[in-house]
């Protein structure tokens, strides 16, 4: 079965930094679809950082400039480097995974993520 594992949450001031990982084991496919979620309490899951299989990242508007998803395909790891940190970045973090899927034209995307982490909590205190 597939399996992602965080790590690397904690509790910070703001202005600090952490760098999350997630490492990726039990597929035999390669997952380029990878990404960054996070929840705090009373609100929706929101994306962070994604990147899709033809390697283009994006990044929510609120973490632009201060946080950098990167991974690693020797080591099945996908990472997040979290920098500056706020308050309102407090929350839940969760990786995501999956293949991407075939279109009809031939060209391949990224869809709604199957796998996920069990999540590592990021608090920023002010």
């Known amino acids: 079965a597939v399996q992602l594992a965080e790590s690397g949450g904690g509790s910070v001031q703001a202005g600090g930094s952490l760098r999350l990982s997630c490492k990726v084991s039990g597929y035999t496919y390669i997952m380029s679809c990878m990404g960054w979620f996070r929840q705090a309490p009373g609100k929706e899951r929101e994306e962070v950082a994604h990147?899709?299989?033809?390697?283009?990242?994006r990044y929510a508007n609120s973490v632009k400039g201060r946080f950098i998803i990167s991974s690693d395909s020797a080591k099945n790891s996908l990472y997040l480097q979290m920098n500056s940190l706020k308050p309102e970045d407090t929350g839940m973090y969760y990786c995501a995974a999956d293949t991407p899927d075939l279109n009809d034209d031939g060209s391949w995307s990224c869809g709604d993520l199957e796998y996920w982490g069990q999540g590592t909590q990021v608090t920023v205190s002010s």
């Open positions: 990147i899709d299989s033809d390697g283009r990242i």
